[in-house]
């Protein structure tokens, strides 16, 4: 039984992707190591980014950096397996806030993971956290902030 216990507003799941677990993603228990299970995130984190319209990195040096990450395993996946990451954002602050991940398996239904990624922007070449660009946080109108 997971000691974390992940849920997040289903309205602000706004992203949805598909990746199948390759054979490599597999461990020596047989279904989707944790190793590439974060991979898996980070994959569904960039095409998230990307379908918004949010760079890697800006000319000014401005990006995003992930500031922590949890994630609570529901069920096994194996080789094969096509997943869906639903992919929404919560609590922004000044200076990031929460990507939020539900993992399933369409073809049973079943719930996989769920995860949370913590981001700030950060500006590579000062090496400093930056407040969030007005750009980005037009983008999700419906996002709670917190203090």
Same mark, same amino acid.
Request: hydrophobic residues 40%; proline residues 3%; negative net charge.
């Given at each position: 039984m997971a000691r974390l216990h992940l849920d997040f507003p289903e309205d602000q799941y706004c992203y949805t992707t598909p990746l199948t677990v390759r054979v490599t993603d597999i461990n020596a228990a047989n279904h989707l190591g944790n190793d590439s299970m974060i991979s898996m995130i980070s994959e569904a984190r960039a095409r998230f980014l990307f379908e918004f319209g949010v760079p890697e990195t800006e000319r000014d040096g401005t990006g995003i950096i992930v500031t922590d990450?949890?994630?609570?395993?529901r069920a096994e996946a194996h080789a094969r397996d096509q997943l869906l990451f639903e992919v929404g954002v919560m609590d922004f602050n000044k200076y990031g806030g929460d990507i939020t991940f539900r993992v399933t398996r369409p073809k049973d239904k079943t719930l996989v993971a769920m995860a949370k990624s913590g981001f700030v +922007? +950060?500006?590579?070449?000062?090496s400093q956290v930056v407040a969030m660009p007005e750009e980005f946080r037009s983008k999700f109108g419906k996002v709670n902030w917190i203090d």
């Amino acid at each position: 039984m997971a000691r974390l216990h992940l849920d997040f507003p289903e309205d602000q799941y706004c992203y949805t992707t598909p990746l199948t677990v390759r054979v490599t993603d597999i461990n020596a228990a047989n279904h989707l190591g944790n190793d590439s299970m974060i991979s898996m995130i980070s994959e569904a984190r960039a095409r998230f980014l990307f379908e918004f319209g949010v760079p890697e990195t800006e000319r000014d040096g401005t990006g995003i950096i992930v500031t922590d990450l949890a994630t609570t395993y529901r069920a096994e996946a194996h080789a094969r397996d096509q997943l869906l990451f639903e992919v929404g954002v919560m609590d922004f602050n000044k200076y990031g806030g929460d990507i939020t991940f539900r993992v399933t398996r369409p073809k049973d239904k079943t719930l996989v993971a769920m995860a949370k990624s913590g981001f700030v +922007f +950060f500006n590579y070449k000062s090496s400093q956290v930056v407040a969030m660009p007005e750009e980005f946080r037009s983008k999700f109108g419906k996002v709670n902030w917190i203090d």
